[in-house]
């Protein structure tokens, strides 16, 4: 149970997700993305037209989430949902269903489950105030609303999504206000934590400035 675990939270794009898989490439740790398991759930609940109101039948859908990461790739049953999931629509309902108790109670063992030798770095909102809390790096990180909004809209045109900054900001705007405002495990940063505003650093800069911490503890 001495596994370490670098905890990595913070608002929607605000590059969690990049400089998290750096970090546990870098030290040869494994990566949770637990952020695509809410996606994954919204996902699944999408397709099989579960009604946002039906949050017994929304429960259900994380619980028995049938899906695998191998190589990079995430799949939902044995296709490979990798870009599927990133769609705005499936972040949107990711961040509605996610302000649910019941769905994120769900989530909980299998996230647990990736905590396994010789590290984890994990990131998302809740991991180090509810899923890791005696991570012993904990970095909360942040970035303003424009910057996010920049990065999420490259990434999406990279992806050959449709994307609008307007409409992007504003969704960003919404996202924060629900990740950080709900009851159960909302956005903020944990005990202990440290604080990384990205807002005019490189992905690689963050990078470094966590496996320094690291490296101090
Ligand atoms: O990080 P990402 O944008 O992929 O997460 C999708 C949604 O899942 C977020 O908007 C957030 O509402 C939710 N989430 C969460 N707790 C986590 C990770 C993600 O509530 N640990």
């Not at 637990?34 to 039948?57: C, F, K, Q, V």
């Not at 590290?119 to 609303?145: E, W």
């Not at 424009?146 to 409409?167: C, T, V």
Request: charged share 25%; glycine share 8%; with cysteine.
């Amino acid at each position: 149970a001495n596994i370490p675990v670098i905890a990595i939270d913070g608002p929607t794009a605000s590059g969690k997700g990049t400089v998290a898989q750096k970090v546990a490439r870098q030290l040869g740790f494994h990566y949770l993305d637990s952020g695509a398991l809410y996606r994954l759930t919204a996902l699944s609940a999408i397709r099989r037209g579960i009604a946002m109101n039906d949050e017994h039948g929304l429960a259900k859908s994380a619980e028995h989430l049938n899906c695998h990461f191998d190589g990079g790739h995430i799949f939902l049953a044995n296709e490979d949902v990798s870009q599927a999931i990133r769609a705005e629509e499936v972040g949107n309902t990711a961040s509605k269903i996610a302000v649910l108790a019941t769905v994120r109670h769900a989530l909980y063992g299998l996230q647990l489950s990736f905590r396994k030798a010789p590290g984890l770095v994990a990131d998302g909102r809740d991991m180090g105030t509810v899923i890791f809390p005696h991570a012993p790096l904990k970095v909360f990180l942040t970035a303003s609303v424009e910057a996010r909004a920049q990065r999420r809209y490259k990434q999406l045109i990279d992806k050959g999504f449709p994307a609008n900054m307007e409409d992007l900001s504003k969704d960003l705007r919404e996202r924060d206000a629900r990740d950080m405002n709900r009851a159960s495990a909302p956005l903020k940063p944990a005990e202990g934590a440290y604080l990384l505003d990205t807002s005019e650093m490189t992905a690689d800069e963050a990078v470094r400035q966590v496996l320094s911490w690291y490296a101090a503890l």
